[in-house]
């Protein structure tokens, strides 16, 4: 049974730094691509960074340049560094985790979401 839990969420304020953790288990971790999405009440859920199934990286435009994803394949952890935090990063941030088979998605799981809130 694939689990994905985030932690390091919180209480920032706009200029601070926070650094987001998930950690993966019943995966063969190096086998997928995984994300960090956000989603603020009333709104869909968008991509906020990425690792692709070739190992490039893609970020929201808005978060270009202050967040970072980085992954540990020995640890199973996937982690989204903040910085420069804004209060329209405001959101609840989830771990994603998916796997392609012959370009379809056949795996997709989540973890059950961080609360970040910016504000002074």
């Known amino acids: 049974q694939v689990q994905l839990v985030e932690s390091g969420g919180g209480l920032v304020q706009p200029g601070g730094s926070l650094k987001l953790s998930c950690a993966v288990s019943g995966a063969i971790f190096s086998m997928y691509a995984m994300a960090w999405y956000r989603q603020v009440p009333g709104k869909q859920r968008e991509v906020a960074a990425a690792f692709t199934t070739t190992g490039a990286t893609n970020y929201l435009d808005s978060v270009k340049g202050r967040f970072t994803i980085s992954r540990d394949n020995a640890k199973n952890m996937v982690y989204l560094q903040m910085n420069n935090l804004k209060p329209q990063d405001t959101a609840v941030y989830y771990c994603?985790?998916?796997?392609?088979?012959?370009?379809?998605?056949?795996?997709?799981?989540w973890g059950q979401g961080t609360q970040v809130t910016v504000s002074s």
């Open positions: 994603n985790l998916r796997r392609y088979c012959s370009g379809v998605l056949c795996e997709d799981y």
